[in-house]
């Protein structure tokens, strides 16, 4: 038995899916910037469903817009 880990072992350490959008991100990891925790998918391109930047999983209701009265 070896001491080292295998190439397995270390597939296995880090889990393959994103955890904010479970896109495929083997590289995924947390970085802190400016005080901020951002999730990215390889240290530089952030994860679309990190809500440190203004994501919601619930979409804002759109506006009410009544139609104008055409005076005749």
Not at 21 to 33: F, Y
Not at 39 to 65: E, M, Q
Request: proline letters at 15%; one cysteine or more.
């Amino acid at each position: 038995m070896s001491t080292r880990p295998s190439c397995y072992d270390l597939l296995d350490a880090v889990p393959p899916a994103c955890p904010g959008c479970q896109a495929h991100a083997p590289a995924w990891r947390w970085v802190r910037i400016d005080g901020l925790r951002i999730l990215t998918h390889d240290g530089d391109l952030i994860c679309p469903k990190d809500r440190s930047f203004g994501y919601a999983p619930v979409p804002a209701p759109l506006p009410v817009v009544e139609p104008l009265a055409v005076a005749a």
